[in-house]
């Protein structure tokens, strides 16, 4: 199961041409728990929307380099077929995916701190 959550990082989306279906996109992405009293809820994968100039804007880099070096490091991420995180996207009505953008390298970015401060809550 997966869900999808806003990133506050606006960024450029230049039109890059679509990848091919079998391409392995690398996606901005995090588990989210279940709070412990939950126990009728399973963990689910959080898919991270970046903010358009017109609202949420899904995306996906065509390497693990290339999402490092726009969003950090620290930032966690899945692997997908753009065959498939693409007909997700459509099919919950945000529109196109776009690939590879430009982001604001002075927007908030995961940090080393958020990840061991996730893993201790979680």
Same mark, same amino acid.
């Given at each position: 199961?997966?869900?999808?959550?806003?990133?506050?990082? @606006?960024?450029?989306? /230049? $039109?890059?041409?679509?990848?091919?279906?079998?391409?392995?996109?690398? #996606?901005?992405?995090?588990?989210?728990? +279940?709070? @412990?009293?939950?126990? /009728?809820?399973q @963990? %689910?994968?959080?898919?991270?929307?970046?903010e358009?100039?017109?609202?949420?804007? +899904?995306?996906?880099?065509?390497? +693990? %380099?290339?999402?490092? =070096?726009?969003?950090? =490091?620290? %930032? @966690?991420? #899945?692997?997908?077929?753009? $065959?498939?995180?693409?007909?997700?996207?459509?099919?919950?009505?945000?529109?196109? #995916?776009?690939?590879?953008?430009?982001? /604001? +390298?002075?927007?908030?970015?995961?940090?080393?701190? /958020?990840?061991? $401060?996730?893993?201790?809550?979680?």
């Amino acid at each position: 199961m997966s869900r999808i959550d806003r990133a506050l990082n @606006p960024g450029h989306y /230049d $039109e890059v041409p679509a990848p091919s279906a079998d391409t392995v996109l690398c #996606v901005p992405a995090h588990p989210q728990y +279940p709070l @412990p009293e939950r126990t /009728d809820l399973q @963990p %689910q994968i959080v898919f991270e929307l970046l903010e358009g100039p017109t609202g949420p804007v +899904p995306v996906a880099f065509t390497s +693990p %380099q290339l999402l490092v =070096e726009r969003l950090g =490091e620290a %930032q @966690p991420w #899945v692997a997908a077929s753009a $065959e498939w995180f693409v007909g997700l996207m459509r099919r919950t009505g945000l529109g196109a #995916v776009h690939l590879d953008p430009q982001t /604001d +390298p002075l927007a908030r970015r995961w940090s080393a701190a /958020d990840l061991t $401060e996730y893993r201790r809550d979680a």
